[in-house]
T-cell receptor, first 114, second 111 residues
Framework: GNSVTQMEGPVTLSEEAFLTINCTYT??????LFWYVQYPGEGLQLLLK?????DKGSNKGFEATYRKETTSFHLEKGSVQVSDSAVYFC?????????????FGKGTHLIIQP | EAGVAQSPRYKIIEKRQSVAFWCNPI?????LYWYQQILGQGPKLLIQ????????DSQLPKDRFSAERLKGVDSTLKIQPAKLEDSAVYLC?????????FGPGTRLTVT
């Protein structure tokens, strides 16, 4: 079956530090890959996505590249801010456009200290 | 544009009682999903509707969980009878295309 593994949290960084949150997946076929973010007290929001190998998704300074050879979709940001503190979820969908239900990782809690 | 609405936001019940959650998707979204998110885990898909038909309910515990989407708009998810392990946040999401839009969730505590 499909599965997503992401690094355990919490991850604590200082403001302006470089961020990497690792995500690897197992899936049949060619999945679409997503990063969702959940800010304190809010619902899940799509942060970025990539639908085929070597695609790079980007949004709000975050980026992730779909690496088929390593089955990975690591999230990166060059300089984090306190407002980036949230829980980040890596997810996949095996339908062509991602319209099927998502398989999520366990989430990584990110804490940015001023 | 109004987002996905869910109610109630919080519910506390005793085991063996029944409970129902309601979801109103974004207007025009044909696909509706229910997810269960247990503390410390990612959301798990319970059921997916396309209009008022079920697309995927393979992970729905059908002995106690049921869901319906009458008229292809609102949806209700019911648990009867509830168990302690059903304590979780129940998320509703809707989509018109690849991106799913999530509601705020209903936090269920079973004591």
């Amino acid at each position: 079956g499909n599965s997503v593994t992401q690094m355990e949290g919490p991850v604590t960084l200082s403001e302006e530090a470089f961020l990497t949150i690792n995500c690897t997946y197992t899936a049949t076929g060619y999945p679409s890959l997503f990063w969702y973010v959940q800010y304190p007290g809010e619902g899940l929001q799509l942060l970025l996505k990539a639908t085929k190998a070597d695609d790079k998704g980007s949004n709000k300074g975050f980026e992730a590249t779909y690496r088929k050879e390593t089955t990975s979709f690591h999230l990166e940001k060059g300089s984090v801010q306190v407002s980036d503190s949230a829980v980040y979820f890596c997810a996949l969908s095996t339908s062509g456009g991602g319209a099927d239900g998502l398989t999520f990782g366990k989430g990584t809690h990110l804490i940015i200290q001023p | 544009e109004a987002g996905v609405a869910q109610s109630p936001r919080y519910k506390i019940i005793e085991k063996r009682q029944s409970v129902a959650f309601w979801c109103n998707p974004i207007s025009g979204h044909a696909t509706l999903y229910w997810y269960q998110q247990i503390l410390g885990q990612g959301p798990k898909l319970l059921i997916q509707f396309q209009n008022n038909g079920v697309v995927d309910d393979s992970q729905l515990p059908k002995d106690r969980f049921s869901a319906e989407r009458l008229k292809g708009v609102d949806s209700t998810l019911k648990i009867q009878p509830a168990k302690l392990e059903d304590s979780a946040v129940y998320l509703c999401a809707s989509s018109l295309g690849p991106e799913q839009y999530f509601g705020p969730g209903t936090r269920l505590t079973v004591t």
